[in-house]
């Protein structure tokens, strides 16, 4: 049997379980704020990062909706693409959010 290569944007530790809840975590801002409530999903590294992400992309989209007034609520449709990413193991790299929560030490 031939051994196809892991890409590096794929973590081949992260679970089944682990990509539901990040996929849950940006169709549904809510539940990326009960998971950082749960100890046991907080604990694993791939859920955190994208809850923390979830929350801070929808602050910033939510803010650019309002300023906008309502023309930047398509980017939502965006959160859809990342959860769907993130189904699919991948660390998604959001342009300055992702810097930014990683310079603020959440994740």
């Known amino acids: 049997m ?3 290569p892991v890409t590096p944007e794929v973590n081949p530790e992260v679970t089944s ?3 539901l809840w990040a996929l849950l975590s940006y ?3 809510l539940i990326a704020v009960i ?3 749960m100890e046991d999903k ?3 590294p791939f859920i955190k990062f994208h809850a923390v992400q979830s929350i801070a992309v929808t602050v910033a989209l939510t803010i650019i909706a309002t300023v906008t ?3 930047g609520s398509i980017l939502f ?3 859809i693409w990342w959860g769907i ?3 699919q193991g991948k660390m998604v790299e959001i342009p300055f959010i992702t810097n930014f929560i990683k310079n603020q030490g959440w994740v």
């Open 69 to 71: 007034l309502g023309c």
């Open 85 to 87: 990413e993130a189904y």
């Open 17 to 19: 379980d682990d990509k």
């Open 35 to 37: 998971v950082l409530l």
């Open 77 to 79: 449709l965006v959160m």
């Open 42 to 44: 907080k604990a694993r």
């Open 27 to 29: 169709l549904f801002p």
């Open 2 to 4: 031939s051994e196809q």
